[in-house]
């Protein structure tokens, strides 16, 4: 397998965790007691995995130079997997945050290692392919979703269902990981002593991040929340849910796996701004479902709605990473970039599900829904940042090749 595929898998496998996890929501409210008119206090565990990635995220990228790309995308990787059989665990509230903060900092800082590997290894074939790897990752959600939909429907507990998903995914991930390139650990001290220990963003970097933040604030917060949304506000069954989460991940899918050429065709900011049009529009039909009630027009808006966000929203975080990555001058430095973007993105924007959660509690998912919808119009006005995205090859001795 060659470092392009093997890392595409290692997305599949980060994302199939996520999916599942999206998948079974309803299945945890109810496990911890928070089903029906409770549902709204589950945001405050969903906000512990910003927590996590808040904390841990600033160090990732002094893991990354210190370990190598490959065995700290392996270690923080089968992290997460693992994190997601412990949450099937958590009997209370109090215990599932626990679980969730631990959840949060293993996806965060898994998720910036395997972005350093593709930004390298794009770099080396000198075309754009980010947006297909995250593809990739869209893909592992999308068929998590279906297998989560198809579990549900089936009564199939919840436990059951992430206790087969970690497995499959520690396997597969140790099979990918041993396909990327072997990257010799720091060891020479003044090398060492010359990589940021603790890395926050600044400058373009930071402006970047912010992009990212709002693609991914909308990203976590249809994951998250799409099943429970069908749920719960339109009253459909938890197969119905499951199905919403499964659209918005598959358009997703479509949207990062035809992203590439797009963007080599019309270039990152005009990509973005039609994107986000349509992102907007899902939006818009979310929030009209949410006023019209739990009729079946409703449940079907909502759902294409879930379809349109997800395609809004696909190449912008692939797109914001490559921006970081590109205007690094060195192996070294890219790692840290791209965790400054990360924090940005994924520990702010892990908050979303919190913030949907709580603002639900004051007033309903719909108003939720309607702040997402603002936030993904931002995204589209501030497409511009993300002019550098623009591949560049490189010309550095980096070992990326089979």
């Not at 409210?29 to 910003?50: E, Q």
């Not at 027009?297 to 879930?306: L, M, R, S, V, Y």
């Not at 790692?335 to 994924?346: D, R």
């Amino acid at each position: 397998m060659s470092p392009r595929w093997s890392v595409a898998t290692i997305f599949a496998v980060h994302g199939s965790i996520s999916g599942s996890l999206a998948a079974r929501m309803p299945w945890i409210a109810d496990h911890v007691g928070l089903a029906g008119g409770g549902v709204g206090k589950l945001g405050y565990a969903l906000v512990m995995p910003s927590v996590g990635a808040i904390l841990t995220m600033p160090f990732a990228g002094r893991v990354v130079h210190r370990l190598g790309g490959r065995r700290a995308t392996l270690l923080l990787l089968t992290g997460w997997a693992l994190a997601l059989t412990l949450i099937s665990f958590m009997p209370t509230l109090p215990t599932l945050a626990v679980a969730m903060f631990l959840a949060g900092a293993f996806a965060g800082t898994a998720d910036m290692a395997m972005n350093a590997e593709g930004i390298a290894v794009e770099r080396q074939l000198g075309r754009s392919i980010m947006s297909s790897l995250h593809g990739g990752w869209s893909i592992g959600g999308f068929l998590a979703g279906g297998v989560g939909w198809l579990l549900a429907h089936n009564d199939v507990s919840g436990r059951a269902n992430f206790i087969g998903a970690t497995l499959v995914a520690i396997v597969v991930a140790v099979w990918a990981c041993s396909y990327l390139p072997s990257q010799t650990p720091v060891e020479d001290e003044e090398e060492d002593d010359g990589a940021p220990r603790f890395a926050l963003p600044k400058g373009p970097i930071l402006i970047i991040g912010l992009v990212g933040f709002a693609a991914i604030f909308a990203e976590a917060a249809s994951a998250d929340w799409s099943a429970v949304y069908l749920v719960n506000r339109l009253g459909a069954g938890d197969a119905t849910g499951a199905v919403a989460y499964a659209c918005f991940a598959g358009a997703m899918t479509l949207g990062r796996l035809t992203g590439d050429a797009v963007v080599r065709r019309w270039g990152p900011v005009p990509t973005v701004r039609v994107a986000g049009v349509l992102g907007v529009l899902g939006g818009v039909l979310i929030v009209i479902a949410g006023v019209a009630g739990d009729s079946l027009g409703a449940k079907i808006a909502a759902i294409g709605g879930f379809a349109l966000v997800g395609i809004g929203i696909a190449v912008v975080v692939p797109l914001a990473f490559a921006a970081a990555g590109h205007s690094a001058e060195s192996t070294a430095t890219r790692a840290h970039a791209i965790a400054g973007v990360a924090t940005v993105s994924y520990g702010a924007g892990l908050a979303a599900p919190g913030i949907v959660g709580g603002i639900a509690n004051l007033t309903s998912l719909t108003v939720s829904f309607a702040v997402v919808t603002v936030l993904i119009l931002v995204m589209t006005l501030a497409a511009p940042a993300l002019r550098s995205a623009d591949i560049v090859p490189s010309r550095e001795p980096e070992s990326v090749a089979a």
